[in-house]
């Protein structure tokens, strides 16, 4: 039963049945695989060991969101009434919160006449949500509820886009669906011991690791070290084995044996630019215990890889150009303009993301991006109306989550709506948080929640979460903004001068990010460095021509009133211009734009 030398000892696959492996390996069109699934994984383990426990915790939610796939497949294809109830009950069994499962049921109840159980499932649903997950239900819940209750057909929730004569349809309760091609193939090769002699317990383990951690990123595909081990001999442009496996990209690497501790190197290679190396990286560490390695490690070389892999396909669909493009193509192609927030540029990309939609209304991620598109199109005060962009924002964010649950990005740029453009700091924070339950190696997330603490009041808690984002994917794509987050806390907490040097970087990471200048010119305006000052309020305003301090504060997400009035009065220092008469004080004009500011989050709820 058991494989065993010097350094390595495992279980033979060929000769044992484990439930685990099966379920793993169940595939969409054989969901009898479910019944494999416990939500108690091992549960008479806890406790043993820090770093076991890590993994059981790491293992659990993979197989948590392995067999919610599957049940999500089942209810897809589910025809008779009975046959949707089992399966939308199998899946709340998994996920307690799962909106589109509750709503499948409550639609049930509705088409068999049936309203009494259905307002009970209605019922149960916001217990649930409450429950599990801190949240409200979702818009389109509550209107599923109330045409229940008024018995009559459900409507498809539509999303105007300014500039355009189309509407995107935001509606159907479909499940998440992948286009044939859409997720990137990486394969993941276990480091090479450049000790020849010597069988590397590391390799494998780091390996493993680094493919549960892709796992929750819903747009990879990750091919299992030990397929790629037995390969790895063989010539990857003459082998059929290496091309059966169709890899758009590999990660490879070495380990290194010292006195003192390991040393591994990292590598991403393009499979289709001739093995380029788009990104490297070496990591010496200590070898005191080696879970807690494989789980560092394998946490920063994820979220520095995901960015990467994201920008390269976007690249590539841009230069590809089909003809006849599909809508993953599309959001692709939107994808780097977004990043680079060059405004010809961007708005091209809010119309490609826009015919995404268009193309396939069940498009969870083209409605998570089109959601983030909205929220650069507000911060950047380029909004033709700001209220009609907020509710854009709001329906695509929702809309995102509902028919992906369990994608980490959707819900982290949900939570960043609610809190930065609805003013709903808590709901934001709660999704933020169970973003990070999915995905605990998502950057932005971290960055995002960072933010969510920021505008509660927090700023410690704030400066830790963007700082972890920072430390997780250093270089970053969206660097510029993981410095500009930072910046508010260290406002907040009147460290001005570190708070200046941060948004001087952000700036120079990315001069075009209008945000960036704002929190850095109330820091230079407690600092009082007027000619600095008065450069960088020129700066702004070619990027916001007419943005006063009472834009400022009516678009702040801030809820504390001592907090706005200091970086109100920063502002103020800086020499930006008020649009009325000035106040007497800070206090004044807070009470002086507060109504305008509810009335402006009135119109994005």
């Known amino acids: 039963m058991l494989q065993v030398d010097r350094n390595y000892l495992a ?131 509550l209107t599923l509820a109330k045409a229940l209750r008024e018995d009559r057909a459900i409507a498809c929730d539509q999303v105007s886009v300014p500039g355009s004569d189309r509407d995107v349809r935001v509606g159907t309760s479909a499940p998440v669906r992948t286009e044939p091609g859409t997720r990137i193939r990486v394969g993941i090769m276990p480091p090479r011991a450049l000790d020849p002699s010597r069988v590397d317990e590391l390799s494998l383990g780091l390996a493993e690791e680094i493919t549960t951690a892709l796992a929750p990123f819903r747009w990879i595909s990750c091919v299992s070290s030990p397929s790629l081990a037995a390969i790895a001999a063989e010539s990857r442009d003459a082998s059929p084995a290496w091309r059966s496996l169709k890899l758009d990209f590999l990660l490879e690497g070495t380990i290194q044996h010292g006195p003192h501790g390991v040393r591994i190197m990292a590598r991403l290679l393009d499979m289709h630019a001739a093995d380029e190396v788009i ?135 949900a939570g960043h709506v609610r809190g930065f453009l609805d003013g709903k700091a808590q709901e934001g924070r709660a999704l933020h948080e169970r973003a990070l339950a999915i995905n605990p190696n998502l950057a932005l997330a971290w960055c995002l929640s960072g933010l969510a603490h920021c505008y509660l009041g927090e700023p410690d808690e704030a400066i830790r979460r963007i700082n972890q984002a920072q430390i997780l994917s250093p270089y970053d794509p969206h660097g510029f903004f993981f410095d500009m987050a930072l910046t508010m806390p260290h406002l907040l907490r009147h460290e001005h001068k570190m708070a200046a040097e941060i948004g ?49 504060v009516r678009r702040s997400p801030l809820t504390r009133e001592q907090d706005l009035a200091h970086y109100a009065e920063g502002l103020r220092l800086a020499g930006l211009a008020e649009d009325v008469a000035a106040p007497a004080s800070p206090a004044v004009a807070l009470s002086r734009h507060e109504p305008a500011r509810r009335s402006s989050r009135a119109a994005g709820r």
Not at 115 to 126: E, I
Not at 346 to 359: D, H, I, K, Y
């Open 11 to 141: 279980l033979r696959d060929d000769l044992i049945w484990v439930d685990v492996g099966a379920l793993t390996q169940a595939r969409a069109n054989r969901p009898e695989g479910l019944a494999l699934y416990r939500p108690s994984f091992l549960d008479d383990l806890n406790g043993l060991d820090p770093s076991f426990d890590r993994w059981l915790s790491a293992e659990r939610q993979r197989l948590a969101l392995l067999a919610r796939g599957l049940a999500e497949t089942v209810l897809g294809e589910a025809a008779e009434r009975s046959e949707v109830l089992a399966a939308a009950e199998q899946l709340l069994g998994i996920d307690p919160a799962h909106e589109g499962a509750w709503r499948a049921v409550m639609q049930s109840y509705g088409h068999a006449g049936d309203r009494t159980a259905a307002a009970d499932a209605f019922a149960r649903c916001k217990a649930a949500l409450a429950e599990h997950a801190g949240l409200e239900p979702s818009s389109e819940t």
């Open 279 to 413: 990104w490297a990286h070496r990591f010496d560490r200590a070898m005191d215990d080696m879970l807690a390695l494989q789980d560092e490690i394998a946490s920063a070389i994820v979220a520095q890889i995901a960015p990467e892999l994201l920008l390269r396909e976007g690249k590539r669909a841009v230069a590809r150009r089909r003809a006849d493009p599909t809508s993953h193509d599309l959001m692709l192609r939107a994808i780097p303009a977004i990043y680079r927030l060059d405004q010809a540029g961007f708005r091209a990309a809010g119309q490609m993301l826009e015919e995404a939609l268009l193309l396939d209304p069940g498009n969870a991620a083209a409605h998570a991006w089109l959601a983030h598109w909205h929220i650069f199109l507000v911060g950047q005060g380029w909004a033709e109306d700001t209220a009609v962009a907020i509710r854009q924002a709001c329906l695509l964010a929702e809309r995102a989550v509902t028919l992906d649950p369990g994608d980490a990005r959707a819900l982290t740029l």
């Open 504 to 552: 001087r970087r952000a700036i120079e990471l990315n001069p075009i990010f209008s945000s960036s200048y704002k929190v850095l010119l109330a820091a230079l305006g407690h600092l009082g460095r007027e000619a600095e000052a008065r450069a960088l309020r020129a700066r702004l305003l070619d990027l916001e021509p007419g943005f006063t301090i009472s834009d400022a």
